[in-house]
């Protein structure tokens, strides 16, 4: 059973407008909504994040993934190439993704926010909840079996929390029904590169791979 962390404060009551949106449409429908989102995403000048990127990264990833990772936002390879996690922090995750016997191509891959925050300081509230239809919408449309929220910024975003990573990782949550397991983010574990912080991370995908077998 999922027993989420005492005093989370997870976003269960209710339903979004895009999950309400999404229900009953047919693949093809899915697939032109996405299409459609990933468009607007691409184009979107809604907050002053896009006047310094070179590109917004969408996400990328198996859009029938029963697993989706969301991070924080774009780092400058990111804003480069338009893919999310292909620096240091990305190789690093990719090695994870394959320690749980998968490939990167069989998740998902996105960011709460979608353009490069400057010098990549943390995103601003502001700039999250003006990027967050794009994500709510997304998740919606994915429809994973578990999330996995990489690093604080993720997590308290989905969790509607102001609880740390180090009190949110190793216990399961919801975010709209959804598991949602928050660990450190790669770049984190980069910069903090212990055995027990290493050990921590092994831990919580461990969690996330046990789920997975049995759902």
Aim: charge should be positive; charged fraction near 25%; proline fraction near 7%.
């Amino acid at each position: 059973p999922l027993t989420p962390a005492p005093a989370t404060i997870g976003v269960e009551a209710g339903l979004f407008s895009a999950q309400a949106e999404v229900a009953g449409l047919s693949a093809k429908e899915k697939e032109e909504q996405w299409l459609a989102l990933q468009g607007r995403c691409e184009k979107c000048t809604r907050c002053p994040l896009h006047r310094s990127r070179t590109r917004a990264v969408f996400g990328e990833g198996d859009q029938q993934a029963r697993l989706v990772f969301v991070g924080e936002g774009p780092g400058a390879e990111e804003d480069r190439t338009g893919r999310p996690f292909v620096g240091r922090a990305g190789q690093l995750l990719d090695r994870i993704i394959a320690a749980m016997g998968m490939r990167r191509q069989e998740v998902y891959i996105c960011n709460v926010v979608k353009c490069r925050p400057p010098g990549n300081r943390t995103p601003s509230e502001e700039e999250i909840h003006t990027c967050w239809p794009y994500l709510e919408e997304q998740l919606a449309l994915l429809s994973p079996k578990v999330i996995v929220a990489l690093g604080g910024p993720a997590a308290k975003t989905l969790l509607k929390t102001n609880l740390g990573i180090m009190s949110l990782r190793g216990h399961w949550h919801r975010y709209q029904g959804v598991p949602v397991m928050p660990t450190y983010h790669p770049a984190f574990v980069l910069r903090q590169y212990t055995p027990a912080i290493r050990g921590e991370v092994w831990s919580d995908m461990q969690l996330v791979v046990k789920f997975l077998k049995e759902a």
